[in-house]
């Protein structure tokens, strides 16, 4: 029913009258439609407040996870880039050397996480009356950002290693 806003109680105590008086054993229950809509509109931001939660925990981990990795194999490939630096390479090389097989995984996931998303997306888009369309330069942003995710993650280490003095470093042999 659609009531006057400057009169609603007495309207809702009219309606609960001819509700008792027609229907005495159901129960008269009321609610708005705007508080109902905000209720699921409420419900919606919650989702999402949540998706981007375990979106950033699952993004520091997978950082850190990288970070390990990059580190245990900087640390591991030590000599070999002294020798490497010794030989004539380029910081350039030595960072692509290092980082090559890293910044490959990021993209080959991101290449199997797209569609994934897309399908995740599309049914969820399915549950509201009116559907948005998905831009995809939204999938790509999202790649490039982790693509720049793990190659910052990965300068870290691999700077360092490119710094270190290639004397130094084959001296331990």
Same mark, same amino acid.
């Given at each position: 029913?659609?009531?006057?806003?400057?009169?609603?109680?007495?309207? +809702?105590?009219?309606?609960?009258?001819?509700?008792?008086?027609?229907?005495?054993? !159901?129960?008269?229950?009321?609610?708005?439609?705007?508080?109902?809509?905000?209720? +699921?509109?409420?419900?919606?931001?919650?989702? /999402?407040?949540?998706?981007?939660?375990?979106? !950033?925990?699952?993004?520091?981990?997978?950082?850190?996870?990288?970070?390990?990795?990059?580190?245990?194999?900087?640390?591991?490939?030590?000599?070999?880039?002294?020798?490497?630096?010794?030989?004539?390479?380029?910081?350039?090389?030595?960072?692509?050397?290092?980082?090559? /097989?890293?910044?490959?995984?990021? +993209?080959?996931?991101?290449? +199997?996480?797209?569609?994934?998303?897309?399908?995740?997306?599309?049914?969820?888009?399915?549950?509201?009356?009116?559907?948005?369309?998905?831009?995809?330069?939204?999938?790509?942003?999202?790649?490039?950002?982790?693509?720049?995710?793990?190659?910052?993650?990965?300068?870290?280490? !691999?700077?360092?290693?490119?710094?270190?003095?290639?004397?130094?470093?084959?001296?331990?042999?």
């Amino acid at each position: 029913l659609r009531l006057v806003p400057e009169n609603v109680a007495a309207s +809702i105590s009219h309606i609960e009258e001819l509700w008792e008086k027609n229907f005495p054993s !159901t129960p008269f229950r009321y609610s708005f439609f705007d508080e109902n809509f905000e209720n +699921i509109y409420i419900a919606e931001i919650r989702l /999402g407040r949540l998706f981007t939660f375990y979106t !950033t925990l699952a993004m520091i981990i997978s950082s850190m996870g990288l970070l390990a990795m990059v580190a245990y194999s900087a640390e591991r490939r030590t000599r070999e880039v002294g020798v490497r630096k010794a030989l004539g390479a380029s910081a350039g090389n030595l960072f692509y050397l290092l980082s090559s /097989g890293y910044v490959k995984l990021v +993209i080959i996931a991101t290449l +199997i996480a797209w569609p994934i998303a897309w399908y995740a997306m599309a049914r969820w888009n399915d549950n509201f009356a009116f559907r948005a369309p998905f831009a995809w330069q939204f999938y790509l942003l999202a790649g490039g950002l982790a693509l720049l995710l793990s190659i910052l993650t990965s300068v870290i280490y !691999t700077a360092r290693v490119c710094r270190l003095n290639p004397v130094d470093t084959l001296r331990q042999e």
